[in-house]
Every structure is written in structure tokens, then in C-alpha cells.
């Protein structure tokens, strides 16, 4: 089985770092798309997006898969309704709650965020968490988010083929104006080719599987 994270891709992109982040989930994920060049991570080819991570829960015997079997429904996916966490204290500037989550395997290009929330930081950075499940979000514009604080569900809406969670930086709160900035995460546990790393702050690349401590 192969997945490819579609999320929202929307050429050329800033070193510019971001603040420190929290992952935006408990438990082990996997990162599908991350780093700093297009064979790494496709949103490398949007300046917006420049740097934008996906992340999808693996789970089974394994601890590596994304879905218990071959999934046949978003349901079956690890990620699917698994909350979605505020990566950083900051104001809630955008809110979409409505969009409805695609049957597996196909995806809303008109609304590519689909369900989602930004987060204006005290640096004047936009953090953008997208794809959450329909009615889940939980938080409001102009309403304080902390790092941590539940924020929705992962689901399946937007530019996603299958249940995820989208994240990027962006210096700018419109979808895809601006320049994309560089999140660097920590402390966070980080698992590479079998060796263990704990309590790192580390930018993300796909391939790895991370964790909050």
C-alpha cells in the first residue's frame, strides 16, 4: 500500500525559522512529508508552504502502520479523530469548521485547507493547522489557544486523500501569500532508521517517526 500525504500544496523558499513548536498530536506519528527540498517534501514547490510537515499516527503489531489492514474507509486510519493540538500559545485568527471530510481516496482542491485554524504566535507568526474533522474544531477568531490545548480532530477534509494532520508557518495569515517559515520542534522524542533520540529540538523531515516526551 502506498500513501502519499496530498495535503495542501498550492517554488524557491526562505531559511527563515519559525518559533519552537509543540508537535500537534499525543502519541507516535510518522512524518509523510517534511524537510527542505521537493524530493522531500512537496510543499517545498509552494512559497507559502515552503516547509509544511504532514503527519499520520502509525500503530499495529509493527508500530509502523497507518491503518489497522487494508483500509477500506477514513475510519480505519490510526490518525482518524485523534485530537489535534495548539503547537504554540497565540491567537486564533482564522476558524473553518464546515467543510465536509472526503470518502477515502479523493479530496476538495477548492477548499484545500478544509477544516482548519491559524494561529497568530506573539512573534507575529501564522501557524496553520488543517484537514480536522467537520464540527470538530473547537476554538474560535479571536479566542487565546495554548500549547497543548485540544483544538480539534484529525479528519479528512480539504486538499487530503486520507486522514492527516497538515502543518505550516507562514509570515502572512492568507492561505498561501506570503513566504513559508521554517518550524523547528522541540523537545520532542524523534526515532530515525531504529535509533532513539529524546528530547531534541529538531526540524522535521519525512521518514521520521516523532513523538512528544
Known sequence: MKLIATALVLT??????????????????????????PNVNQHMTQPAQAFGVDFAKVGGASQRQLAAGTPGKVEDFFSWGEPVLAPIDGEVVRAENGRPDNPLGTKDTSQPAGNHIVIRTAGGQFVFLAHMQKGSVSVKVGETVRRGQRVGLCGNSGNSDFPHIHLHVQDTPDLNAGRGLNPVFGPINVELTGRQFSQVVWPLIRGLFVSNP
Not at 14 to 36: I, K, N, S
Open 12 to 37: 524557491c523558499c526562505t531559511a527563515a525559522a519559525a518559533q519552537d513548536l509543540q508537535l500537534p498530536f499525543g502519541g507516535r506519528w510518522f512524518v509523510m512529508q517534511g524537510g527542505d527540498t
